[in-house]
C-alpha cells in the first residue's frame, strides 16, 4: 500500500527570515551632504561681514563661566513705565543700532554707541561727530520734558592713546562732558545731573571683547524720581 506525502509548511509554524532594509545608509549620506552644505554656506555669509560685527558675533559664541542662577532683583513699576515710555520714542527707534536701551532697578540706561557705519566720535578726540551730535541733541528732545535725575558716563576702547601726557580716562571724560553741554544746549536743565564721569576702557559691554567699536559710548543713566 502506497502512502501520499508532502513537503508544504503549514502556516505559522516557521517564522519568516527578516527582510534587508536596502538603502538605509543614502538617507544618512544625504543627511551629512546636507550639513556640509550648510556649514560651508555659513562660512560664506560670515566672511561677508564687517571685523567689528564679526567679533560680536563670535562674542554671543564664546564658552561662558557657568554660574548658578540668582533670582533678577525686580523691577520697580515706574522703571518699566520709564522704559516703555522711551521705548515709543521716534528718535530712539530711528537711531537704531546705535542706541541700546535698557531697564535696571534703579532707572534705565541708553547706551549710544559707536559704530563702524555710525562713528559717534572724533578719532581718539573728546569731540563728537556731526552724527554724534546730531544723536545727542535728539535724545535731549525726548528727555528735556522729564523730571528725573540723569547721570553721564564716558567710556572708550582699550586701546592705548598715542598722546602724551592725555589718558583713556581723560578721553572718556571729555566724551562725558561735550555730551552733557550738549543735553543741556538741547534743553535738559543743568540741575537734573546728578554726575558726570569718565571711566576709561573699565566697564566695555562685552568684558570678553574690550576693543570692540561699541565700547566707546556715552552712557546716560535716567534714573527714578528718587534722587540716586
Not at 543743568?190 to 571711566?199: E, I, M, S, W
Request: aromatic content about 6%; overall charge negative.
Amino acid at each position: 500500500m502506497a502512502y501520499a506525502t508532502t513537503h508544504r509548511q503549514l502556516a505559522g509554524r516557521m517564522p519568516a527570515p527578516p527582510a534587508r532594509k536596502l538603502g538605509t545608509w543614502k538617507m544618512a549620506y544625504a543627511d551629512f551632504l546636507t550639513a556640509l552644505m550648510a556649514f560651508f554656506l555659513l562660512m560664506w555669509l560670515v566672511s561677508g561681514v564687517s571685523p567689528d560685527a564679526r567679533a560680536a558675533i563670535a562674542a554671543e559664541f564664546k564658552t561662558r563661566d557657568l554660574a548658578p542662577a540668582t533670582a533678577a532683583p525686580p523691577v520697580p513699576s515706574e522703571a518699566a513705565d520709564l522704559f516703555s515710555l522711551l521705548q515709543l520714542s521716534e528718535t530712539l527707534k530711528a537711531a537704531g543700532e546705535s542706541v541700546i536701551l535698557s531697564v535696571e532697578p534703579d532707572g534705565v540706561r541708553l547706551d549710544l554707541v559707536d559704530t563702524a557705519g555710525r562713528p559717534l566720535f572724533e578719532s581718539a578726540s573728546g569731540a563728537l561727530t556731526p552724527e554724534g551730535r546730531a544723536l545727542v541733541a535728539a535724545m535731549a528732545v525726548t528727555l528735556a520734558p522729564l523730571a528725573n535725575p540723569l547721570s553721564i558716563e564716558g567710556h572708550t576702547d582699550a586701546f592705548s592713546l598715542t598722546t602724551t601726557g592725555y589718558s583713556n580716562w581723560d578721553l572718556s571724560s571729555d566724551r562725558a562732558n561735550e555730551a552733557r553741554r550738549l543735553f543741556e544746549a538741547g534743553g535738559v536743565a543743568p540741575a537734573r545731573f546728578a554726575a558726570v564721569t569718565g571711566l576709561a576702557d573699565t566697564q566695555p559691554l562685552d568684558s570678553g571683547q574690550p576693543h570692540l567699536a561699541q565700547n566707546r559710548r556715552i552712557s546716560l543713566k535716567v534714573h527714578l524720581s528718587a534722587q540716586p
